[in-house]
């Protein structure tokens, strides 16, 4: 698939190239992207040049839809990443970081709200995807309000679902399906977190 743009009032949603390098080393010394995230520690321009030789090659093979979160008054600014992967039979999963800078402005909830409206789009327009779920540790507060925002619904608590940085963690799962109203906010009342 040819990488598209995605624009919202306030943000480009682009793919991240090599000029973009610097600032995702930054934002990956962040201790909260380093303590949600996957990402490998230490992190160095290797690593982003790595990292931006599988965001092209996601999007080629169709594979992974990474989208750098930049705003729009500087498209060549960086505020995070979000991005749509795992996409089988219809359904796919949603990323999502934020670097410090632009954490408490509702960037995050606008990016992706976009990303959701272009992977439920049909095609040629989006990926035509029925479902998208969401995973992330309980502890990640700020990913757990950004999914309710969007309209993700709780659907369990995974119990010792994955190891993260040495240690057996639980995942919360969470999901959104193109029939949801996504409108209103859903809150997650029942103490699963």
């Known amino acids: 698939m040819e990488p598209v743009t995605l624009r919202t009032p306030r943000l480009v949603l682009s793919p991240q190239t090599t000029e973009d390098a ?23 321009r290797d690593e982003a040049e790595s990292f931006v030789r599988q965001v092209e090659a996601g999007w080629r093979d169709g594979t992974r839809f990474e989208f750098a979160v930049r705003p729009r008054a500087d498209p060549t600014d ?17 990323g999502y970081l934020l670097a410090p800078a632009g954490r408490g402005h509702g960037f995050m909830t606008e990016a992706v709200s976009a990303i959701l409206d272009w992977a ?3 095609p040629p327009d989006g990926l035509g995807l029925s479902r998208v779920q969401w995973h992330a540790l309980p502890e990640n507060e700020a990913s757990a309000l950004v999914a309710q925002r969007c309209g993700f619904r709780l659907e369990g608590r995974l119990r010792s679902a994955l ?4 240690t057996r963690r639980d995942q919360l799962l969470a999901a959104v399906l193109r029939t949801d109203d996504r409108r209103q906010p859903v809150r997650w009342d029942d103490g699963q977190q």
């Open 78 to 94: 960086v505020l995070g990443a979000v991005s749509i992967f795992g996409v089988a039979d219809g359904a796919g999963e949603v």
């Open 163 to 166: 190891t993260h940085r040495g």
């Open 22 to 44: 610097d600032q995702i080393v930054a934002y990956c010394q962040d201790p909260d992207v380093i303590a949600f995230t996957p990402i490998p520690v230490p992190y160095g």
């Open 120 to 122: 439920f789009a049909g």
